[in-house]
């Protein structure tokens, strides 16, 4: 019988009540809770084999693969921090991250050990097994030293504004999301849950994916989102949940097989990660499939606010509701609450809310205020309390004093058949200060004025781009997100980037 307070410890938990039932499964091998709970055991005997003990990092690059939830389950049981790194990065920001973290080691997939060797000078390197292997030997497992208080998790941002940070989430809010989770989901020990987004961002560790371990639930994890896969999936495994951002989402509802896919096994969707235009999710609600909303970020582990999937055709453009465990504001720059309708940044407070950035005093300090932690993300609240996010702050445009929230253009544009993708940041100008612009994959050859026309009678006049640059693509995160800083680069350099005519 497990004896802790880890994280660890709640699966095997589950390994006493119900040791048969399905913890994970991948490419075809399914992992009891039994078979799973020894499986951490032994990683956690590996890891203190090697040195790891309290405080320590343990860095995992690798794609999905249960050996990324055993090694983050491992080092909840010795009180080490799990540091997943992000495997889509280039060399030198791979370096940065660990020159800051410094791991004791660096566990690795098959796929990046020659990567690795050019990354992890200063700590030691280890190849993970390909599943079903487990490194170490099964056995109890060491003693146990996690607690609550232990940090578990090192995530870095996604160095949207440049050099990313590291937040620091301790096992008290990773049990506390996992509450949030729940109440958004109704998650039961009977849910199945599919896992396509990474593992490596927190949204999809902690969305429903560790709420599901936690809760005696399945999980079924891809290497990585395919649309195809993913309708194979939904028909074959029978998911009750999942999470696809909404990129994902307008790549399986234009697949060719959607329309007649089985997709009768969802409970529903959840989706986030950047405003969600209506159009990425109407053709699930149409197949009977509601979607709903999970607002939040790295720091807040992710779940702060969230919108039901019963909820969620009744409430259409919001994220819902503070979550279970979180307070949120919605604060003015003067300091004060807003009232009904009227804008302002979030804050949020709370047990899963991050206790620092790692090695970083002065972030820490202006991101934390009296323990409420400030997003950076503009929204309003109406009348009932329904929030709606209308952008980052950072990306708002101020033109002739007027505020411009670039996603309320954003959501015109990707009602259009016009492009394939596109986005909306701003660019100084001499009269207005700052303008709206357009920078777009086109769909097919148009001019300019076909798709600023897309916005009259839409918007408001000075909401209007001024003009649209063509880009053979989007800098985007892993999770799909714009890298806006670098679209304002390319349009300040004028590289990669041409003016539609």
Not at 23 to 50: C, K, N, P
Not at 79 to 102: C, Q
Not at 364 to 374: E, H, I
Request: aromatic letters at 6%; proline letters at 7%.
């Amino acid at each position: 019988m497990a004896a802790g307070a880890d994280l660890a410890a709640r699966v095997e938990r589950w390994a006493d009540h119900r040791p048969d039932a399905v913890a994970v499964a991948f490419e075809g091998i399914e992992h009891s809770y039994r078979s799973f709970a020894d499986q951490i055991a032994a990683t956690a005997g590996w890891l203190a084999g090697l040195g790891v003990g309290e405080g320590d990092r343990v860095a995992w690059l690798g794609p999905n693969r249960p050996a990324a939830l055993r090694l983050m389950l491992g080092c909840s049981w010795l009180g080490a921090i799990y540091l997943p790194l992000n495997s889509r990065l280039a060399t030198p920001e791979h370096r940065w991250i660990l020159d800051h973290a410094e791991p004791t080691l660096l566990a690795v997939d098959s796929t990046f050990e020659r990567h690795a060797a050019s990354i992890g000078a200063g700590c030691a390197i280890q190849l993970v097994p390909d599943e079903p292997d487990c490194p170490g030997a099964p056995n109890e497992g060491p003693p146990r030293r996690g607690t609550p208080a232990h940090p578990v998790l090192l995530a870095y941002t996604s160095g949207t504004t440049g050099y990313p940070k590291g937040a620091v989430l301790d096992q008290a809010a990773m049990a506390a999301n996992a509450v949030n989770s729940t109440h958004a989901h109704d998650l039961t020990s009977g849910d199945r849950v599919l896992t396509t987004i990474p593992l490596f961002h927190v949204g999809g560790l902690n969305i429903q994916t560790l709420p599901a371990l936690l809760g005696g639930a399945a999980v079924l994890i891809e290497r990585a989102f395919d649309a195809g896969q993913f309708l194979d999936d939904v028909e074959q495994w029978q998911p009750t949940w999942t999470v696809l951002v909404p990129a994902a989402l307008t790549a399986v509802a234009v697949h060719p097989r959607f329309a007649g896919a089985d997709l009768s096994s969802l409970r529903g969707i959840m989706t986030g990660s950047s405003p969600v235009p209506t159009v990425a999710t109407q053709p699930f609600f149409d197949r009977g499939v509601p979607v709903g909303q999970i607002y939040g970020s790295t720091e807040t582990a992710p779940i702060a606010v969230h919108l039901r999937c019963d909820e969620a055709a009744a409430h259409p453009g919001s994220c819902g509701k503070p979550s279970t465990m979180c307070e949120v504001r919605i604060v003015t720059d003067a300091g004060g609450d807003t009232a009904p309708g009227e804008h302002g940044e979030l804050w949020v407070r709370g047990p899963s809310v991050l206790r620092e950035y790692w090695r970083d005093a002065g972030a820490t300090a202006a991101a934390l205020v009296d323990g409420w932690f400030r997003t950076g993300d503009v929204g309003h609240a109406d009348d009932a309390g329904w929030i709606f996010i209308d952008d980052r702050r950072k990306d708002m445009i101020i033109s002739g004093g007027e505020n411009i929230y670039p996603a309320e253009l954003e959501e015109v544009l990707a009602r259009s058949v016009l492009i394939a993708e596109s986005t909306v940041v701003g660019v100084p100008d001499e009269r207005w200060g700052e303008v709206p612009v357009i920078v777009a994959v086109p769909g097919a050859e148009i001019e300019a004025a076909a798709l600023l026309s897309l916005f009259d009678g839409q918007l408001a006049r000075f909401k209007h781009p001024k003009a649209v640059f063509w880009a053979d693509q989007l800098p985007r995160t892993a999770l799909g997100k714009v890298r806006k800083h670098e679209v304002r680069a390319m349009l300040a350099k004028n590289q990669g980037v041409r003016r539609a005519r």
